[in-house]
Nanobody, 130 residues
Framework: QVQLVDSGGGLVQAGGSLRLSCAAN????????MGWFRQAPGKEREFVAA????????HYADSVKGRFTISRDNAKNTAYLQMNSLKPEDTAVYYC???????????????????????WGQGTQVTVSS
């Protein structure tokens, strides 16, 4: 059993930065890929970024490329999402997710599909004002 705890959200002005954290409790996730998704009001959950187990395979949604950086610290069982140059359209609840079914997966396929991931955090609100 894994519990993912998202944190770091908040209210920020356009152009500002936030760093989200996702701490995994109960079981090590260092051998598995992790991802970040977001969901704005009235919209479906969408892929933001994914990182494979050792960090050498990373993917981003086109809308966040060059502004967001995903990383992980396996010793701390934690993943991060550094968000820079935030825009009002980044406003959403952000969720981290862990795939614990494919150990040491390359992370090259299906990284943007929610059903790839087994455990989800509770979400953290990010609001960007214009």
């Amino acid at each position: 059993q894994v519990q993912l705890v998202d944190s770091g959200g908040g209210l920020v002005q356009a152009g500002g930065s936030l760093r989200l954290s996702c701490a995994a409790n109960g079981r090590a996730v260092s051998s598995y890929r992790m991802g970040w998704f977001r969901q704005a009001p009235g919209k479906e959950r969408e892929f933001v970024a994914a990182i494979n187990w050792n960090g050498d395979n990373i993917h981003y949604a086109d809308s966040v490329k060059g502004r967001f950086t995903i990383s992980r610290d396996n010793a701390k069982n934690t993943a991060y999402l550094q968000m820079n140059s935030l825009k009002p359209e980044d406003t959403a609840v952000y969720y981290c997710a862990a795939d614990v079914t494919r150990r040491y997966d390359s992370g090259s396929t299906n990284y943007d599909r929610p059903n790839t991931y087994y455990y989800w955090g509770q979400g953290t609100q990010v609001t960007v004002s214009s």
